[in-house]
């Protein structure tokens, strides 16, 4: 390797460094150091040309007629720059196809469906592999010895029709007068009668009627009779009642009703589920009358009391207040008819 002379201190220094490993001096290398030859030429010449193929001149583009006023166009051109219309005939960019998007009310049908896909699969694997016992003949009523051991036979009910009701016991508070006792309220006989001193009770004291039936009834109706019309002149000198309240042991909630002062027999709408036994308070009378010139009677007489209704039935009762329907004369609960 050839060595140099460090133009500062002297020194040797190697070709291949740049610097002097004595005093630092910056040397260079041998091809920093060495100058290139320059080109000579003599001015007004052209310099050399380059070997290569020649240049490609551009083909010139013919214009473009308006397919619609036939004018000319350059070849960028898109559209007519007379008329607008679209020269070029190529596929214009299209927008991407949205994607389609499964909203809740679509999951929710593909959910159901799937549901009765499902359901119509197992009745059909439940058909095809289940009991293989033949349905019943069309008028065949003979039982297997199993539906003979677990079946059972329900009783008919029979509801009787409407109609009055058979009453076992009538008892009275107070009593009644001498052979004008409670008994003949519930004889079917107005003829008899019921009698109370009215005026003897003390001021707010009821008369209560007490109506015992045979068994469970279904009451919708009580047929009231004061004194009949052909004795009027005892009608209208005795006492007669002007508005009761009833219960009954499946309904203890009184209902008040208003009578009026009629001799006619009055049907009193009221009504009870399943009932052994009524019970009538009377709470307020009309006074009696003076008819020519004898004084009113101070006693309040009743003819008789017919309940109308049917039998309860055996099942399913379900006990509900009794109801009653507005009529009457000066008040509510009663409806006034004329007796055939």
């Not at 299209?94 to 049908?109: E, H, K």
């Not at 004061?226 to 000198?237: C, G, K, S, V």
């Not at 009703?257 to 009504?271: E, K």
């Amino acid at each position: 390797m050839s060595t140099r002379t460090c133009p500062n201190c002297g020194s040797g220094v190697e070709s291949d460094e740049e610097f002097c490993p004595t005093c630092g001096e910056f040397v260079g290398t041998e091809e920093t150091t060495t100058e290139p030859t320059p080109e000579r030429f003599e001015l007004g010449t052209q310099p050399p040309a380059e070997s290569g193929p020649p240049p490609v001149e551009p083909i010139p583009e013919e214009p473009i007629a308006c397919s619609i006023c036939g004018t000319l166009n350059p070849p960028s051109n898109r559209h007519c720059e007379e008329c607008g219309a679209r020269l070029a005939q190529g596929p214009l960019p299209t927008a991407p196809r949205p994607s389609v998007q499964v909203t809740a009310g679509v999951r929710a049908v593909m959910a159901l469906g799937a549901l009765i896909v499902g359901v119509l699969f197992i009745v059909l694997l439940f058909q095809l592999f289940g009991d293989d016992e033949e349905p019943p003949v069309a008028g065949d009523t003979t039982l297997t010895e199993e539906q003979q051991a677990t079946s059972t036979v329900a009783p008919p009910t029979t509801i009787q029709t409407v109609g009055p009701i058979d009453v076992a016991n009538a008892e009275c508070d107070p009593p009644g007068l001498g052979d004008l006792t409670c008994a003949n309220l519930i004889d079917g006989d107005p003829t008899t009668e019921f009698q109370v001193d009215y005026e003897e009770l003390a001021e707010g004291e009821p008369i209560t009627i007490t109506l015992t039936f045979r068994q469970p009834m279904t009451v919708t109706r009580i047929d009231w009779y004061n004194i009949p019309a052909n004795d009027e002149t005892r009608f209208r000198r005795n006492m007669k009642a002007q508005s009761i309240s009833v219960t009954s042991d499946s309904s203890p909630a009184e209902v008040p009703i208003s009578l009026d002062n009629v001799p006619q027999a009055q049907n009193l709408t009221y009504s009870a589920m399943s009932t052994n036994r009524l019970v009538i308070t009377v709470t307020a009378a009309y006074p009696g009358e003076t008819v020519d010139g004898e004084a009113p009677f101070g006693e309040l007489a009743i003819a008789d009391i017919t309940v109308i209704g049917r039998t309860a039935p055996t099942t399913g009762i379900t006990t509900g207040p009794a109801t009653t329907t507005p009529g009457g004369t000066g008040g509510t609960g009663a409806t006034t008819t004329t007796a055939p």
